[in-house]
């Protein structure tokens, strides 16, 4: 399969290959090269809002129960193609093939709750203080929709937001991370056998300071769907606020926990934190960085847990019994031990650092083991609260309930949270006191299902989850009045009659 792809667009149901292109790795031997896929340009981006704003009309008017059909069509190529997705989706992204699959899964039951809710009410009658009159409320589509995706799930995210997006009537053009266009190539060639008609869904392959940034600027895209780093988030959010219309759901980055609590079963804590923070290897937007661990079993949590760590076999992704694989690139494996030498210069109490892995043909990917430390919680502490999208992990011991609410709140993100208690007071104190979007307990702060709202507040979102609860940000509710009498009656008491002099 290696160096045999060559990657194209899709604009206006028209495959366009040709132009600038870019080299596609695989991040667990980077001397293989996957396949190149197009540089697109700003003219590209341009040609395919074109595209989606031109077959809005059309497709806004389909029934939603015949956009609905032919999700089932894109679901039942989805359960053809698994295997195959998740070795692709493997071998560009560097995730474990039993996660790639269970990504390939993930999205597959977007796209089946996207026929299920075809069918679902979808708007509210009302009732009038006239009784003559009827209100409705009715969701209308935005238009066009840039759906901007990140590496780390390439397939399972574009879905959240393609979804939603199709089923409620817009158009989309879909721009996969660069680090993974192979995986947005094949979803995209799913939609276009499964019969969404030309321009529905378009794709627009290259660099985001390229590709993505036309799109979020362009004044024809009505919403920026996006997921992926703050700082690129942050950049949409103020280009779109540039036009008047345009609104963004975005989902940004984290710095989740794990919050072991006084009465906690000490098993499933550790397994919770070890999923948590090394499953992807801590590449999840909600992987936990912190785990807060109650200072009564502080000593126990830890020996038990490195005890695991220190079993974990990080690996090539098709490696069997393999628990997580490389790191994206170069630049992240140099954040990664940029931050791990500065929890060491904070003065951090490190339990187990596996540091870059050379062995066993490691050698030739992104390979970074596990790094572990205690930290105690104190101001300034920059490991402790900055994002680092990695295997590196505090652990901060505390003490009253109320202390580990504050040590959980003092980041500037609040993405994920997971309480492991048995005490039901408890676990409702920090289910109302913690800032997060998607809470846990007796879990781990990963594994959301596509049926519930997934996103976050503060630096990890604005507010506009994706998932299930990404049709609030694609449509709009329309109000809608009609009068059964056959004489106008107004309400609030007014006078609907021409007043007598
Ligand atoms: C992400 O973290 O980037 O909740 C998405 C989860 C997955 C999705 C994660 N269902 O862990």
């Not at 093939?97 to 993930?106: F, N, T, W």
């Not at 098709?318 to 990664?336: D, R, Y």
């Not at 205690?374 to 505390?398: C, S």
């Amino acid at each position: 399969m290696a160096n045999t792809w060559t990657g194209r667009q899709l604009i206006d149901g028209r495959w366009l290959d040709g132009g600038a292109m870019l080299e596609n790795r695989n991040p667990a031997k980077i001397a293989e090269v996957i396949g190149t896929f197009p540089r697109g340009t700003a003219d590209d981006a341009a040609s395919a809002v074109l595209a989606a704003r031109n077959a809005f009309p059309a497709w806004r008017r389909t029934s939603r129960i015949k956009r609905g059909e032919l999700f089932i069509k894109l679901a039942e190529l989805i359960r053809r193609d698994v295997a195959k997705l998740a070795e692709t989706l493997s071998r560009e992204s560097g995730k474990i093939l039993d996660e790639a699959r269970a990504e390939v899964i993930e999205g597959l039951h977007m796209v089946e709750y996207v026929c299920g809710t075809a069918r679902q009410p979808t708007g509210e009658c009302v009732d009038s203080e006239i009784a003559g009159k009827d209100l409705y409320v009715r969701r209308k589509p935005r238009g066009v929709v840039a759906v901007i995706t990140p590496w780390n799930f390439p397939f399972a995210v574009p879905l959240w937001m393609l979804g939603p997006s199709l089923l409620e009537g817009n158009t989309c053009v879909f721009k996969p991370s660069e680090e993974t266009p192979q995986i947005g190539e094949l979803l995209t060639e799913l939609f276009v056998e499964a019969g969404f008609p030309a321009g529905v869904v378009n794709l627009a392959q290259g660099l985001g300071e390229e590709v993505g940034d036309a799109l979020a600027r362009h004044e024809e895209v009505d919403v920026v769907c996006f997921t992926g780093s703050y700082d690129v988030g942050s950049h949409i959010r103020r280009v779109a606020a540039e036009s008047d219309h345009k609104t963004c759901a975005c989902e940004m980055g984290s710095k989740s926990a794990v919050i072991v609590c006084e009465d906690a079963r000490l098993d499933l804590a550790v397994n919770a934190a070890l999923l948590s923070a090394f499953k992807t290897t801590g590449q999840r937007c909600v992987s936990a960085g912190r785990i807060l661990v109650h200072r009564k079993l502080l000593h126990q949590f830890e020996h038990d847990f490195i005890e695991r760590v220190s079993a974990l076999n990080f690996a090539d992704p098709f490696t069997p019994g393999a628990f997580a694989g490389p790191l994206i690139n170069q630049a992240s494996v140099e954040k990664v031990l940029k931050y791990n030498d500065l929890a060491k210069q904070e003065k951090a109490h490190v339990l187990f650092d596996a540091g870059r892995l050379t062995v066993g043909g490691r050698e030739a990917g992104n390979f970074v083991g596990p790094f572990v430390y205690r930290q105690e919680y104190g101001p300034n502490v920059r490991t402790i609260r900055e994002e680092v999208f990695g295997p590196h992990l505090a652990i901060i011991p505390f003490e009253t309930d109320e202390e580990a609410v504050t040590i959980y709140n003092d980041t500037r993100y609040g993405l994920s949270m997971a309480v492991i208690t048995e005490n039901y007071r408890r676990w409702r104190m920090f289910r109302d006191e913690c800032d997060y979007g998607m809470g846990y307990v007796n879990l781990p702060c990963i594994g959301a299902e596509v049926h519930l709202p997934f996103g976050g507040v503060k630096k990890s979102g604005n507010g506009q989850p994706s998932a299930a609860a990404l049709v609030d940000s694609v449509t709009h509710k329309i109000s809608f009045t009609v009068n059964h009498d056959l004489e106008i009656k107004m309400a609030q008491g007014m006078t609907a009659g021409a007043q007598q002099k």
